[in-house]
């Protein structure tokens, strides 16, 4: 990607959002002739303007390898996979992206810092950190870069995909004490800060949120919200192209197993489509039945 479509792109988000560059500077801390610059299409953003501007702009779709910045591509790359690691709660798979993200890293940098400090700390779970220690620690690391919000307060603010990510390890650990009320009241604010600030990341975390909301709310015999909760999980997952090429791939497999003449795997498959689509159906129907 040219500098000059880059600067388009950024000018286009910045100017949905009704703001000045002036504004935007000093958001990301920079001088308003550098977003100025940036958008008329004079220069690229240096790597730590760029991390910025991802973190405001999240919907703002400029991977670092387009603005030929190898060093953007790479942290952006380390970033995302140990957020995907820290997710999985897989320890294994964590302390391996844990080792590239620290090759790549700026270690004065302080949500850098916030990364790689949750995801070592996620790991030292499976060695015997209590959830008390557990719950300390996520605040001292939140709070390298500010204060814990209020959980009223969540929902308006803009929070770094790191901050949103130890907010939620902040909130299981809750749950695994057993105070399911606090690990609720967290995670709906956590959700609706995800509709507020409507971007790629924050639709995606709507689905992993509303998962372990409908856990709480199984654990507290709130059947009802469990159903809302899976109803919204099955309608996005109905209406993603993710259930279209599940649907492609299965009838693809029925076919094969057809025709290598394999009626009990094509019969498993076929049953398994039919009883899917009935599921939905049903819980579809029960949604609107609701409404």
Known sequence: MNKIILGFQLAYHRKLRNWSQEHLAEIVECASCTISRIERGKQYPRVELYEKLCNVFNDWVVDGA?????????LQTAKTDLLIAIHSGCHEKIERVLNHFGAVMDSENIEHQQYNLIAALVCLREKGVTIKEFKEKCVRIFERRRRVPKVEDIPKLRLSRIEHMILCQYAWAYFEEGYFNEAEAILKALLKNCFTFNN?????????LSTNIAKI???KKNF???HECVGFLIYNFVNSNDAKNIRDCLELLEKIYIEEGNEEAAEIVRS???????MINYLQYRMNANK
């Open 224 to 226: 009802e919200a469990v």
């Open 217 to 219: 709310s199984y654990c």
């Open 200 to 208: 790629l990341f924050n639709r995606k975390r709507c689905i992993s």
């Open 66 to 74: 387009d603005v030929f910045m190898d060093d953007v591509s790479k």
């Open 272 to 278: 398994f489509r039919d009883s899917s689509a009935r």
